[in-house]
């Protein structure tokens, strides 16, 4: 952990583990246009560092976590994700002045400070959330629905499977995903055989 405060500010896209990197930062700044979340709880992940529920609380954590939606950067700050967010040509200057504002704090105030604020998440039970997290990210990729992602990403090209992912489309589960697999497998095989008999 950092003792000194930290600030990440996002323009363009937070996601997956980008969002991961911003949510773990003491403090977030957006462009209104920029978007924040974790689009692979939809299949093939669970976002390790559990900050969701401790920055939006249970029902707005559940909502992103369950659709792997992406929200703005104006919705984020609606919500209290983001401290704030303003006009992407305005996000650089709004920063330097909220970090030129803390600055003017003594270094041991803002060590305690954050020491105070982050001793709360860990009485909470961050910590046993972000084991929970990791064992569960790793069961995501390697269940019948994690392995049939990973197989139609090989198979049909990663933007076919993100596609498919992030459409809203049902994803493939228990015996479905896992005749899907045997079926992408056999492809799979197929083509490198394929490939084998052209290099002889």
């Not at 209290?80 to 600055?103: C, H, M, W, Y």
């Not at 090209?157 to 056999?186: C, H, M, Q, T, Y």
Request: proline share 4%; aromatic share 8%.
């Amino acid at each position: 952990m950092a003792l000194k405060p930290t600030i990440a500010k996002v323009h363009g896209y937070a996601v997956a583990g980008g969002s991961d990197i911003a949510l773990c930062c003491d403090l977030l700044t957006m462009a209104d246009d920029a978007r924040i979340g974790y689009m692979p709880t939809r299949v093939w992940g669970c976002p390790t560092t559990a900050m969701w529920t401790y920055r939006l609380g249970a029902m707005r954590a559940k909502q992103l976590m369950f659709t792997g939606d992406t929200i703005p950067g104006t919705r984020a700050a609606e919500w209290g994700l983001a401290n704030f967010s303003v006009p992407a040509e305005q996000l650089d200057d709004a920063t330097l002045e909220l970090a030129k504002r803390i600055a003017g704090v003594p270094r041991s105030h803002l060590m305690m400070h954050k020491l105070v604020v982050n001793q709360v998440w860990h009485s909470m039970g961050l910590e046993q959330s972000q084991m929970f997290a990791t064992v569960f990210d790793g069961i995501t990729r390697h269940n019948p629905e994690g392995m049939w992602f990973r197989r139609q990403a090989e198979a049909e090209g990663f933007k076919s499977a993100v596609a498919w992912r992030d459409s809203g489309r049902n994803i493939p589960e228990g015996d479905e995903a896992r005749a899907l697999v045997a079926e992408l497998e056999a492809k799979l095989a197929a083509a490198r055989a394929a490939v084998q008999v052209s290099r002889s």
